[in-house]
């Protein structure tokens, strides 16, 4: 099987479609070279490879070298330099690649080829010594590193002593005869710290290289960030060697990033950043401020656009822009460098965005005719627009806190949403105190792939240096992470634990507030308002609703938030649990005293207190709903939840009800039991105690009455949980419908309603042909029946299941991902069954997992009508069922 795939001199022999085979990076070099742009020449060592490297025990299969040579070879033609060539030396840069984009992996080497000689010879043929010295010790930092294992900072150590040594400001300040003797220091660190000399031989030095992005498929941070990102272990990454062009050649030369739309607005203007007289890293890395692309870009006098600059390669870049996005159909991030004034291409990948940036892209390219509505409902991810949610600034709060000096700096917006949290400065620190519930911002100077797990448990991220695509703004991008990044007039201190702006100090764990919408950073918290639908996210969701036939409800318990569920497009409540209802605090004594109740008539005595109180709860939320079904839960946990606890309460709680202290807790005593989730809750208290729920339906369809007088549409559903037997149900739906009889005949008016069930016992979907002859709708509790099929507690389960999931016994958490081969399976029979009783019988969600997309996706699958969210879901279902129907 063929090993190396070469692209250069306009043809390759790989393509787009190739990425499982190439990695993302190189496929796209061979797509880009197809389309005849200026990239040069090189070579990709499959995927494939790498998988057979691990097979071999580290060994690189046979004939793969034979195809790297022959590889090279046609690069020297189509250069026309020589790999090793002591007069002209082909150098080469060195490039993991997986199919997915990986920032977690191997740093690129760069300028590889270069040992004593061929440095002299680089430095005749270009006419440029310092060039040639600056592209040596680059090499010897980078591989070094990289492929020796040779801290970082330890070179770093070096060249700044140097730059102190002759008063060199910044690193292009250094001269040839500097760099030279850098270079020779860079190879005595490197002896000192690994016993031996820096390999000269450019052949051996590629050996290296390759074996080493081999092996960096499985670092730690690799694994992590496949870890966080579920990329499956065995994709293998490609090696990309590729011909190195010059951006540090001098004023003349460069190099840049660019997204051929805006990222975090998703406006469609060019966009992007560049640095002159540079290579590779060296402009996300925050080591210089890098200038902006365009001149719309600019937000100083100081700054000079490339536009500006090189007006000529900005043609050009605007052409391959436009190239880019026809073919590809999708907003692009490249990478190009400048070698005396021509242009290359050096990476095109789909570009991380904002959620907001997602749908105006998505949006605006249906317009511009790119794509089709269900192209662009598909581009969108769901749980990304979670950000759109996201809270952003009061601005009344913003001003005061404007006023009362507490905008402390100011850094590019990085990634949208407001929050607060208590500064930490390492993302162990983060983790940690957000293990605790505590929320935590990451202040860095910089971020890097190491910090990735920090990033990942903070609220958000603030850096002090950096522009839009350094590390830590394209990670936070992804994450849907609120970011700033170049905050420079921050000054953190590490050692100290604090950063400074100016003279404010701030220390580790006080809080902070960050703006990632307007780049602002406030001491302080400061309030945060909920956001709204709108724009093109209005439009995207109106195309995803006529996609859609899952129908989407929401779980809200009080007015608010069907208030907030309707707007957000909820078509009814999917679960109305009364219970919360019962845990306010003037109505609690109401309810124990029904609870504690020693005979029948003390309990219908409470519950008569209780009744209109209820009633007012379910007017207010008809009202809300107008025109909407409104699925009522009678009541559910364990009456015991409601009982005092403290000795405190207990002491109020008598003298309220006029009892001796020492009864009441015998009373509560009695009520007492060993295993509540499995004892007297859910139905069975309709059975044991029916005034509860008579009263309880009473108050619903008394309310509905009401409500019908007053000309509000109502369609109330009361629902029965926990049910596990027919006559169980039978029982019960007669007490309602008697219940129901007798409010029509005294209040005059009739108003349509339905009883059903829940089904959360495993028993209910078994027998659940039998449940619907009564029944007229299921609903499926699916964290109860997840619990109760896996028999897993859902309180205790955090302290094991990671370690299931660990193992792979588990695919994920079954409590956020359905699991479809058994929960999902009683689904789906109880959905047979049920319609073999009563065809088109209603069936919904009202677990956590009406909110989940891959759910929502195995709901479509099976009939589901509708899944039921919080109302922040709500917009995240509407997307995922019209993504689970294309
Ligand atoms: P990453 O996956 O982190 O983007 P890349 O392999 O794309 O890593 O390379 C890192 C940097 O080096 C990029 O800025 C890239 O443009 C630059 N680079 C890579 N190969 C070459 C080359 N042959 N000539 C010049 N610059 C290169
Ligand atoms: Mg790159
Ligand atoms: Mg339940």
Known sequence: KKMVYYFGGGKAEGSADMKMLLGGKGANLAEMTNLGLPVPPGITITTEVCKDYYKLGKQFPEGMWDEVLEGLRKIEKEMGKKFGDKENPLLVSVRSGAPVSMPGMMDTILNLGLNDETVEGLAKSTNN??????????????????????????????????????????????????????????????????????????????????????????????????????????????????????????????????????????????????????????????????????????????????????????????????????????????????????????????????????????????????????EAILRVDPSLIDQLLHPMLDEED???????????????????????????????????????????????????PEDIHGM??????????????????????????????????????????????????????????????????????????????????????????????????????????????????????GLCRTEHMFFKEERIPVVREMILAK??????????????????????IFEVMNGLPVNIRLLDPPLHEFLPRTEEEFERTAKEMGLPVEELKKRAEELHEVNPMLGLRGSRLGITHPEIYRMQARAILEAACICKRNGVEVLPEIMLPLIADEKELHELKKLIDDVAAQVFLEMGVEVPYQVGTMVEVPRAAVIADKLARDAEY????????TQMTFGLSRDDAGKFIGKYVELGILKGDPFIHIDEEGVGRLIEMAIELGNATRPGIKTGICGEHGGDPRSI???????????????????IARLAAAQARI
């Open 129 to 374: 010594e310092r060039f040639a010295w600056d592209s040596y010790r680059r090499f010897i930092q980078m591989f070094g590193n990289v492929v020796m294992g040779i801290p970082h900072e330890k070179f770093e150590e070096v060249l700044e002593e140097k730059k102190r040594e002759v008063g060199a400001k910044q690193d292009v300040d250094l001269s040839a005869e500097d760099l030279k003797d850098v270079v020779k220091r860079y190879k005595e660190l490197v002896k000192r710290e690994t016993g031996r000399e820096f390999p000269q031989d450019p052949y051996e030095q590629l050996k290296m290289a390759i074996k080493a992005v081999f092996d960096s498929w499985n670092n730690p941070r690799a694994i992590k960030y496949r870890e966080i990102n579920k990329i499956p272990e065995d994709y293998g990454t490609a090696v990309n060697i590729v011909a190195m062009v010059f951006g540090n050649m001098g004023e003349t030369s460069g190099t840049g990033v660019a997204f051929t739309r805006n990222p975090s607005t998703g406006e469609n203007e060019f966009y992007g950043e560049y640095l002159k007289n540079a290579q590779g890293e060296d402009v996300v890395a925050g080591i210089r401020t890098p200038q902006p692309l365009t001149k719309a870009q600019k937000t100083s006098q100081e700054q000079t656009s490339l536009e500006e600059e090189f007006p000529e390669v900005y043609k050009e870049l605007l052409k391959i822009r436009d190239i880019l996005e026809k073919h590809y159909r999708e907003m692009q991030d490249i990478e190009f460098t400048i070698e005396n004034g021509r242009l290359w291409m050096l990476q095109t990948r789909t570009g991380k965005r904002t959620a907001k940036a997602a749908v105006k892209i998505a949006v605006d390219m249906v317009k511009e005719g790119l794509i089709s509505k269900e």
């Open 778 to 785: 299921f609903s499926f509790g699916t964290n109860d029946l």
């Open 398 to 448: 913003r001003k005061r806190a404007k006023a009362e000096g507490r905008l402390i700096a100011k850094g590019l917006p990085a990634a949208p949403g407001a929050v607060s949290g208590k500064v930490v400065f390492t993302a162990d620190e983060a983790v940690e105190l957000a293990e605790k519930g505590e929320k935590v911002i990451l202040v860095r100077h910089e971020t890097s």
């Open 599 to 620: 005979t029948q008539e003390e309990r219908e005595r409470a519950l008569e207190k209780l009744l209109p109180m209820q009633r007012e709860d379910f007017i207010a």
């Open 456 to 573: 990942h448990a903070a609220e958000g991220i603030l850096t002090a240096r950096g522009g839009m695509t350094s590390h830590a703004a394209v990670v936070a991008r992804g994450m849907g992470k609120t970011c700033i990044v170049g905050a420079e007039s921050i000054h953190v201190d590490y050692d100290r634990e604090e950063f400074r702006v100016g003279d404010v100090v701030v220390k580790k764990g006080e809080v902070i507030t960050i703006d990632g919408s307007t780049g602002e950073v406030f001491h302080g918290e400061l309030k945060t308002i909920p956001a709204q639908i709108s724009g093109e996210f209005e439009e995207l969701m109106k195309w995803a609703d006529e996609i859609r036939t899952l129908q989407v409800r929401v779980n809200a318990d009080t007015p608010e938030d069907a208030e907030q569920g309707r707007k957000f497009g909820a078509e009814g409540i």
């Open 857 to 875: 996706n195995f709901f479509q699958k099976v009939g589901v009508k509708y899944v039921s969210p919080s109302p922040f879901r709500v917009p």
